[in-house]
């Protein structure tokens, strides 16, 4: 048996890099210190792989060589016009780098994942910047932590214990056993509470006890405290919300107005409303002090404000609150990134071609404009003509009209699992797991890059995604040399 | 048949993030994304248990999945489909030039699923909406 320690998760974008794994006779037995999605990912990574290339043939996936899968997807990549390159979140920046060589060489547009995640957030600090730092610096500066949009317990699920209010930090102490004692008083109210209806009912007397929303609407003193709290906003209760100090919920698509009402109290000027966004205005005259008493304070917010109304000008409220909120005291914003190397596709996409996402090539050089370019659009406007996926799965997660339009075109899909665009593929390539079975480099939410390890080794004649990659870049060249149709 | 005018929220869920890296053909996966955490007192209005199959309409699809009854409401007039191939069907595609489409914040309608529609597995549903047609190279 083999110990292997300081493994990176390649989960989610908390990349976690403590995990420590064992391995008997190149199989994983044991994962230690991952949350579920990792010790999921590590122990059923071998469940549902494809053992060899498939291509389409009379509407059926047959195997077939690499050779020939590869010289198949070479083909349908040289002779369409313009083919998308989508995907590159769940692989290694190695592996990026190359299909954005790729794109460039086919005239294709090069797109990634965030561009149904956090796309808006970066149409947001490309217009108004933003102030940020290191999970390091949260987890041991940061007295207040409001996940603003977002789920991290059921997201990003060591998020809370590794970097903010679960973590003893240098100079800010843990919240964990607060947090044990607030869920035992918890416990007993529910108690207290079921005993006296219980009570009641035998009396024929219903006795009343206040109300979940009741509860809701009043600021916790534990707020006003100079020690470690968390304030979850979100639409609805989530298990995140269950472990906050204050849960403040908001009505739908109502995210922008509470931004702005903030920063106008913020200012000490009034708001002639009773409420904004179904949340009463002496609830945000309080918050309002909390996050100008605070002594360093962050605002993680999820796709809950990317994927509703607003999408960009909501993450532009957050930010310009965040910048009014620093002539006070110190105050950072973070998106949670979600697929573990998401954010390094749009860093190598930034370094290669100037742009971090939705870059299209079609005309020979770069070319970024979000809405045109982006992925969604293209093919909901039905322009594309081929597709090559890399460890992605758009037709489970892509709006109906836009995946139709997308299998209906040759697809290529390189993917170590089988998963609904594979399902539909004309060539599927099994790749090795990046973090598990190949190395590579993956960033971090916060933009610190870790290395992936390779635990085990992949199966028989199994390449990694950038080996794949860089046999097609290879082969597109020799094809386009030879006279096949060029598209630059 | 009773209906309901809510808000369709979609999202990450634990299961969900553990069903995807078991395999997105496993069971387990099906299972924790073909459902709608719906509160208990649109529930009792819909008239319907728990499992129970429910219908969601939006302006762009409907879709079958299976009701679980909220842990956390109150949230009346707002169920929560997770990520997945079946919320895909209803979500809003419209990127309002942005390239990201509306996944939350949708308006639907919700009813009791026909008795002749049932929740699909994956490979129902990719039959039904995302029939491949091989073209001649």
């Known amino acids: ?488 | 048949m009773p209906s309901l005018k809510v808000t369709l929220l979609t999202g990450r869920t634990l299961r969900q993030g553990q069903g995807k890296e078991y395999g997105k053909l496993s069971e387990r996966y099906w299972k924790s994304v073909a459902i709608c955490e719906i509160d208990p007192d649109d529930l009792k209005k819909l008239d319907i248990k728990e499992n129970n199959p429910v219908k969601i309409t939006t302006d762009y699809g409907s879709v079958v999945v299976r009701t679980i009854k909220s842990l956390r409401s109150p949230h009346v007039g707002r169920v929560f489909v997770p990520y997945g191939p079946w919320a895909s069907i209803i979500v809003n595609p419209k990127t309002h030039g942005t390239g990201m489409p509306s996944f939350k914040g949708i308006q639907a309608t919700i009813e009791p699923a026909p008795s002749l529609e049932k929740v699909l597995t994956l490979p129902e549903l990719l039959k039904r909406h995302y029939r491949k047609e091989e073209k001649p190279r």
């Open chain 1, 1 to 488: 048996m083999r110990v292997i320690s300081h493994v990176t998760c390649p989960g989610c974008g908390c990349l976690c890099d403590d995990l420590e794994i064992e391995v008997e006779k190149n199989t994983i037995t044991k994962v230690k210190n991952a949350c579920g999605m990792g010790e999921s990912k590590f122990l059923g990574y071998s469940l549902h792989r494809p053992q060899k290339p498939l291509i389409r043939k009379n509407g059926e996936l047959i195997e077939a060589s690499l050779n020939k899968a590869v010289k198949t997807s070479v083909e349908i990549l040289v002779e369409a016009s313009y083919p998308i390159l989508y995907g590159w979140s769940n692989t290694s920046c190695e592996a990026t780098r190359i299909g954005i060589e790729l794109a460039e060489e086919v005239g294709g547009v090069i797109d990634n994942t965030s561009t149904v995640c956090h796309g808006p957030s970066v149409l947001s600090i490309q217009d108004v910047g933003f102030s940020t730092c290191t999970l390091g610096q949260i987890r041991h500066r940061a007295d207040l932590v409001i996940y603003w949009a977002s789920n991290p317990w059921s997201a990003h699920p060591r998020h809370i214990e590794r970097y903010t209010n679960f973590t003893e930090g240098r100079f800010r102490s843990s919240a964990w056993n607060k947090y044990l004692d607030s869920l035992g008083a918890y416990r007993s109210e529910r108690r207290m509470q079921r005993a006296a209806k219980l009570a009641g009912e035998i009396r024929g007397m219903p006795v009343e006890t206040p109300s979940v929303k009741e509860r809701a609407h009043r600021l916790p003193h534990t707020l006003f405290e100079k020690e470690r709290k968390m304030i979850v906003v979100d639409v609805r209760r989530t298990r995140t919300a269950d472990i906050a100090d204050y849960f403040l919920q908001v009505e739908p698509n109502k995210d922008y107005e509470i931004f702005q009402a903030l920063r106008t109290l913020i200012r000490d000027e009034e708001l002639e409303v009773d409420s904004v966004g179904g949340v009463p205005v002496e609830i945000l005259e309080d918050l309002t002090d909390v996050l100008v008493g605070c002594e360093f304070g962050v605002l993680f917010f999820g796709v809950g404000l990317t994927m509703s109304e607003g999408k960009l000008r909501n993450i532009e409220a957050g930010i310009s609150l965040v910048r009014d909120l620093n002539q006070y005291t110190k105050f950072i914003i973070m998106p949670m990134r979600g697929h573990y190397n998401v954010t390094g596709a749009n860093i190598v996409s930034t370094w290669q071609t100037g742009y971090p996402y939705a870059v299209d090539f079609s005309r020979g050089y770069p070319r970024y404009n979000p809405g045109e370019t982006s992925v969604v659009d293209v093919l909901s406007r039905d322009e594309s003509d081929a597709a090559l996926i890399v460890a992605s799965d758009p037709v489970a997660n892509f709006p109906r009209e836009a995946a139709q339009n997308l299998i209906k075109n040759p697809l290529i899909v390189i993917d170590p699992e089988t998963n609904a665009t594979s399902l539909v593929a004309d060539v599927a390539l099994p790749s090795a797991i990046s973090g598990i079975e190949a190395e590579g480099t993956a960033y971090r939410m916060d933009r610190v890059p870790l290395p992936l390890k390779k635990v085990v080794k992949p199966p028989r004649d199994c390449l990694s995604d950038e080996q794949i990659l860089r046999r097609i870049l290879r082969e597109v060249r020799r094809l386009k040399r030879k006279g096949g149709r060029s598209n630059g």
